[in-house]
């Protein structure tokens, strides 16, 4: 039985839900906001739940910010969100709720502002430079001291966790320091993308475009996002044109260089590599050697120098991975209180040195796969739908998303050139039979485990 304030709520869930309709794009909303259940509200505090872990951490990662916004729309203000995982039965899978908090001095402005936080870790201090992101790193230092618009875009590029983000902040913390009166704005793409949406919705598009023409330096990350959003990168295009017949500066990020943005109109691609394109190479074992050591010792970890080399031999994909082992060894360390040794970096972090032991590729899941449910190799990139192939044509998708470091439209292209948006319904399909099917849950975990020790 609800009494009457869960009823209030439950009635202004909906209502949250059908203004993230009109202001996201079909798809995202259904992919993502649609999935989502009201569990409470209590004060500031709201509970939600998903089915799988999967939903959790996108909506955590890329929603959490839009939701809270439409509450506050609505004169409602959301300080801590909680997002748990329930199983079909209601059951909620321990240990995973996942809780998003804003920071302390973030205040009501930040929803007004069309820039987005600065991390204060990243500066160019806190920065290790080597080979394979010097380029990237001397022209983030140019842009960030030079008087005049040296190179117009400055656009950086690499795969994920190589510190394309990290740049940026650092471009822009260091230019407010030296000239406080400059604006200078932060951005993803797809915040840009809710900014204009959000304008278009409430007929705001002129102040819109007001707060843009007024900005010094533009910073605008992950630009991949607009790809396939044809208003967006339209506007996007009109932006980028307005500020650089200005003069003024502008950085843009992405995960590939402006050529191989597949899917981007073309007289945009071109005009994004008018500037410098610098990319950020797959880090060397010097460069990890040293990107170690400066965070352990951040960390303040006495760490040997076996145990030193160790890690930098083993964990070669990204930064972003190496932070997270020193995080699980710090906290395996003072629980147990013992030293850190390789036998115990290796018991630690099994899992994570498995998945870098060797690159796994697409191909090679699809190989297994099919072997698995003894179909042919082409009806992992056929069009055929029916129930045969199709199961494991998602079987696979999962594994590669599961397995490698590769983006979704990536896996998308590697099965037949499908788009994104199947590749995210074959994963959610995949999480959700799972729950119900131990076969498929089992045949889920051979095959990972085929993969990664062959
Ligand atoms: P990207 O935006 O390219 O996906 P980020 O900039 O978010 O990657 O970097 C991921 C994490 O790794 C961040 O915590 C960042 O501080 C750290 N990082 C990346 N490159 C370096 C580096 N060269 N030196 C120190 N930290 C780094
Ligand atoms: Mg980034």
């Known amino acids: 039985m609800k009494d009457d304030t869960d009823q209030d709520i439950d009635i202004s869930w909906d209502l949250i839900r059908s203004e993230l309709k009109k202001s996201l794009d079909k798809d995202t909303y259904q992919n993502w906001i649609k999935p989502i259940h009201f569990e409470s509200q209590i004060g500031a505090s709201l509970t939600l ?6 939903l959790r951490d996108w909506i955590i990662k890329n929603y959490a910010s839009v939701i809270k916004r439409s509450y506050l729309d609505l004169g409602v203000t959301v300080e801590k969100l909680s997002i748990l995982v329930k199983e079909n039965n209601n059951r909620i899978i321990p240990g995973t709720e996942v809780v998003f908090q804003d920071k302390e001095d973030e205040d009501d402005q930040y929803y007004d502002d069309i820039s987005a936080p600065l991390d204060p870790q990243f500066t160019f201090d806190n920065f290790i430079v080597g080979k394979p992101n010097e380029l990237a790193y001397a022209a983030a230092q140019r842009v960030a001291q030079s008087e005049v618009v040296s190179f117009n875009p400055l656009f950086l590029y690499g795969g994920v966790g190589l510190g394309k983000t990290h740049l940026m902040h650092a471009v822009a ?3 407010k320091k030296r000239n406080p009166k400059k604006n200078v704005v932060y951005l993803t793409a797809e915040k840009f993308m809710y900014q204009f949406i959000k304008a278009l919705r409430f007929k705001n598009i002129m102040s819109f475009k007001e707060q843009f023409r007024s900005v010094d330096v533009l910073m605008i990350d992950d630009v991949q996002f607009i790809i396939g959003k044809d208003n967006t990168q339209e506007e996007f295009f009109h932006t980028f044109n307005t500020l650089i017949d200005k003069k003024r500066q502008i950085i843009i990020s992405a995960d590939k260089s402006p050529a191989d943005l597949e899917g981007l109109e073309d007289r945009l691609k071109s005009r994004l590599g008018w500037g410098l394109v610098a990319d950020i190479h797959p880090l060397t074992y ?12 951040q960390k303040s970890m006495k760490l040997t120098t076996d145990v030193l080399e160790f890690l930098a031999d083993k964990i070669t994909n990204n930064v972003r991975e190496m932070e997270g082992a020193l995080n699980r ?8 209180d013992s030293d850190i040794t390789v036998d115990l970096v290796k018991d630690v972090l099994k899992d994570l040195l498995r998945t870098n032991s060797r690159k796994i590729t697409i191909d090679e899941i699809q190989k297994k796969v099919v072997e698995h449910y003894n179909i042919k190799l082409s009806d992992m990139h056929s069009p055929r739908r029916s129930r045969s192939v199709a199961r494991p044509r998602q079987v696979a998708m999962y594994l590669a998303k599961s397995i490698t470091t590769r983006s979704l439209p ?3 292209r590697k099965f037949g050139g499908r788009d994104h948006t199947t590749v995210i319904h074959a994963i959610k ?5 799972m729950v119900n099917d131990p076969n498929l849950a089992e045949d889920i975990e051979l095959l990972t485990r085929i993969l990664q020790t062959s």
């Open 429 to 433: 399909t995949i999480e959700e039979i």
């Open 410 to 412: 990536e896996i998308g």
């Open 173 to 175: 913390w260091n230019i």
């Open 286 to 297: 010097e460069l990890r050697l040293g990107i170690i050591q400066a965070k352990a010792e």
């Open 49 to 54: 739940s998903v089915h799988t872990r999967f």
């Open 329 to 336: 060894l710090a906290v395996h360390a003072s629980l147990q």
